[in-house]
Every structure is written in structure tokens, then in C-alpha cells.
């Protein structure tokens, strides 16, 4: 009877000249644009140099290159690397003892980094300010001299650990500078490090993975 009464009624509006409203579902409001440094990325290799003169009166200049396929997750807050798979680090160049000096280091697993991460508008330039105190997770490193003599760097390291205390393994940055390509879906992360009389400059390149 209700049903009746209802398509009566409607008709009878119809009749007068007068439209039935009809609720339309409002458009979504269109997804903002992620800044184009946010998301996962994964190195395409770098290039590092530290120099510097040691107590005893040496130059040492030593280059260092490799590492492709680390994957880098960054958010506003915290860094994630993942160097699982990652290739090795090659290490050439004059030694703390004047000398010529050849080595290898690989790192393995994830490591944890809270970070301040702060980019213009689009995300385009920025900086990365690691919290390296409260540096975590189980990614560890290995490494060992070739020339001028074959000499392990011992047991595994503790990637964390080195970070905590300001050691910095080379991929793994202090307060760097960025520059995102959307365009190009690239990245790059530049480090320069001073301590003592020593200047460290890490040069890495990255190609987005996913957003």
C-alpha cells in the first residue's frame, strides 16, 4: 500500500511540472601528487673519495665505487636500506701509510635510520639529517684488504653499531643533499663528511622503484 501511495504521489509531482531531487555521489577529490623523492629506490652505484693528511704527516686519497642495487626507502621521518643483493664496494687509492692500497667491503641485510627528511613543495631538493644514534636492524658488513698484502677485516660488522658511534659505512649518509628528476624517475644523494683532517664525499645515483 505504501509502495502504491509513494508511485502515486511521484506522479503527481511529475504532473505538476516539479523534478524529483536525486542524490548524485560527490566526484573524489583528486589523490595529491606524492613529492618526488618519497618511495623506494634502488642505487645504480656511487662513487666516494676520502682524503685527508694523517697524524703521522701521509696523504692518504682513497676512491671508492660500486655498490649497485641498494634499495633505499625514503619517508619524512626515517630511512630504510636494504643491501641485501647489493654488489660489492671496490677500494683503490694511497692508504693511511702513504702507501698504494687495494680492498673490498660488502654489506648485507636492512638497517633502520630515523631521519629528518625536508624537501620544497614538489620535492625536487632536499635534505637528509640522519638520527644515527638511534640507528637499528641486522644489516651487517665484511671486508677484506688485496694489495699491498691479502688480510681479512675480521668478523662481520654491525652496520648500526658503526653508525651509532659516527662511523659511517659509505652508502650510509649523515646529512646529505638530494636533487629528484620525475621526469627522468632518478635521484641523487650526495654526503660530504669531515672529521679530523679528513674530508669523505659520497656521489650516489638511484632510479625509482615504486611510489
Not at 511529475?14 to 566526484?27: D, H, I, K, L
Not at 662481520?156 to 646529512?175: C, E, M, Q, S, Y
Request: hydrophobic share 40%.
Amino acid at each position: 500500500m505504501f509502495e502504491k501511495t509513494a508511485k502515486v504521489a511521484l506522479t503527481a509531482l511529475v504532473a505538476a511540472g516539479m523534478s524529483a531531487a536525486v542524490a548524485v555521489p560527490a566526484e573524489a577529490a583528486p589523490k595529491k601528487a606524492a613529492k618526488c623523492h618519497l618511495g623506494l629506490w634502488k642505487t645504480t652505484g656511487l662513487k666516494a673519495n676520502i682524503s685527508g693528511k694523517t697524524p703521522e704527516g701521509f696523504k692518504q686519497d682513497v676512491d671508492y665505487k660500486g655498490m649497485a642495487g641498494i634499495k633505499l626507502k625514503i619517508s619524512p621521518q626515517r630511512i630504510v636500506y636494504d643491501f641485501t643483493g647489493s654488489k660489492k664496494e671496490t677500494i683503490k687509492g694511497i692508504g693511511a701509510d702513504g702507501k698504494p692500497m687495494e680492498a673490498w667491503e660488502q654489506l648485507t641485510g636492512v638497517l633502520y635510520l630515523p631521519s629528518k627528511v625536508t624537501s620544497d613543495k614538489k620535492g625536487l631538493k632536499g635534505k637528509i639529517v640522519t638520527r644515527n644514534k638511534k640507528a637499528s636492524g641486522p644489516a651487517t658488513g665484511m671486508g677484506m684488504t688485496i694489495k699491498p698484502k691479502k688480510a681479512s677485516w675480521g668478523d662481520p660488522w654491525k652496520v648500526a653499531a658503526h653508525a651509532k658511534i659516527g662511523h659511517f659505512d659509505t652508502p650510509v649518509v649523515k646529512a646529505a643533499k638530494f636533487a629528484c628528476n620525475p621526469k627522468k624517475k632518478t635521484l641523487r644523494v650526495v654526503d660530504v663528511r669531515k672529521w679530523a683532517t679528513f674530508t669523505e664525499t659520497v656521489d650516489m645515483r638511484f632510479k625509482l622503484v615504486r611510489r
